[in-house]
């Protein structure tokens, strides 16, 4: 586990201990879970998305991709040719507002899980 650091005056640490003493909560617990209901509510209009590292991908993206980069070489004419062969759409990022086209629905695959990590470990 890593630590984060921020800076704040003394008299809002000793705010913040009585008001996590009055919630019963142990005072890292409870910045814990202010850090995580505040990235849930900074993020609940606003959208954004990283970059997927290579560990992120599932082996199932994993095939995909090798397999999208393989027909890729091979200079398909239409690109339903293309799909006829295999190849499938596969996103390289994380978002909290990912559009599924087949449901027309969107789900949360970058906060929601972040903010369910780090409250999981405040609550354990």
């Given amino acids: 586990m890593d630590n984060l650091t921020i800076k704040i005056s003394s008299a809002d640490v000793s705010m913040l201990r009585r008001i996590a003493k009055s919630e019963n909560r142990r005072f890292d617990d409870f910045l814990q879970l ?7 509510y900074m993020f609940c209009d606003e959208f954004v998305h990283v970059n997927k590292e290579p560990e992120e991908f599932t082996q199932e993206e994993q095939k995909q991709l090798e397999l999208n980069n393989k027909l890729d070489q091979e200079g398909f ?13 596969v ?6 507002n990912k559009y599924d086209s087949e449901t027309n629905t969107t789900t949360d695959e970058l906060i929601e899980p972040l ?9 354990s």
Avoid: M, P
């Fill in 77 to 89: 004419d239409k690109f339903k040719d293309k799909e006829a062969a295999g190849y499938k759409f």
């Fill in 34 to 40: 202010v850090f995580a209901d505040g990235l849930n």
């Fill in 91 to 96: 996103g390289r990022c994380l978002s909290n």
């Fill in 115 to 123: 903010v369910t990590r780090i409250r999981n470990i405040a609550l």
